[in-house]
T-cell receptor
Framework: AQSVTQLGSHVSVSEGALVLLRCNYSSSVPPYLFWYVQYPNQGLQLLLKYTSAATLVKGINGFEAEFKKSETSFHLTKPSAHMSDAAEYFCAVGSYGKLTFGQGTILTVHP | DGGITQSPKYLFRKEGQNVTLSCEQNLNHDAMYWYRQDPGQGLRLIYYSQIVNDFQKGDIAEGYSVSREKKESFPLTVTSAQKHPTAFYLC?????????????????FGPGTRLTVL
């Protein structure tokens, strides 16, 4: 069975500050890991995904995530937050065509 | 443009009433999925279909039904047995079945339907 834990249901940062959203996973097989972003009343948009080709994955909008097998983590970062980054972020683990999602982290960006 | 469409965007249901949510994709994907999203609980899988005329229950299938008569379409019916209050419903698709690994697991989402129980 697979599971995902996102630490912190709400994260608040100032504009220009580092964004760090935490994700830990549990998987019995080598995982495929994903980060999605959701703006209010919209669907989910793929930010990036880990495919085992490289442990540091770059995504859209300046986000990146690092896969650390020893820590079973796949944290999402962005060096400098922008007001437009305010949204809800979901980490997910995939296996055989199905995704298991974390509970989501709402990111608030203050001017 | 290829993508996934869901209609309607907003839907209202009276208790005891069945309603159907539409999901259409023109991505030529074999697999399609329905999720329910509740605040603070992430997304939970209702039903999924990996091929036409076949579908499987997800984690919260009670009170819902689906059909998959065409590759492009995967409608979800919320039946009178479903007691859950207002929620956001998301449809997704993937190439699972045609591709495997991370590519097959990557799901693409529609814009969602917000269902309100009156």
């Amino acid at each position: 069975a697979q599971s995902v834990t996102q630490l912190g249901s709400h994260v608040s940062v100032s504009e220009g500050a580092l964004v760090l959203l935490r994700c830990n996973y549990s998987s019995s097989v080598p995982p495929y890991l994903f980060w999605y972003v959701q703006y209010p009343n919209q669907g989910l948009q793929l930010l990036l995904k880990y495919t085992s080709a490289a442990t540091l994955v770059k995504g859209i909008n300046g986000f990146e995530a690092e896969f650390k097998k020893s820590e079973t983590s796949f944290h999402l970062t962005k060096p400098s937050a922008h007001m437009s980054d305010a949204a809800e972020y979901f980490c997910a683990v995939g296996s055989y065509g199905k995704l298991t999602f974390g509970q989501g982290t709402i990111l608030t960006v203050h001017p | 443009d290829g993508g996934i469409t869901q209609s309607p965007k907003y839907l209202f249901r009276k208790e005891g009433q069945n309603v159907t949510l539409s999901c259409e994709q023109n991505l030529n994907h074999d697999a399609m999925y329905w999720y329910r999203q509740d605040p603070g609980q992430g997304l939970r899988l209702i039903y999924y279909s990996q091929i036409v005329n076949d579908f499987q229950k997800g984690d919260i299938a009670e009170g819902y039904s689906v059909s998959r008569e065409k590759k492009e379409s995967f409608p979800l019916t919320v039946t009178s047995a479903q007691k859950h209050p207002t929620a956001f419903y998301l449809c997704a698709s993937s190439t699972w079945g045609l591709t495997s690994g991370s590519e097959g697991d990557t799901q693409y989402f529609g814009p969602g339907t917000r269902l309100t129980v009156l």
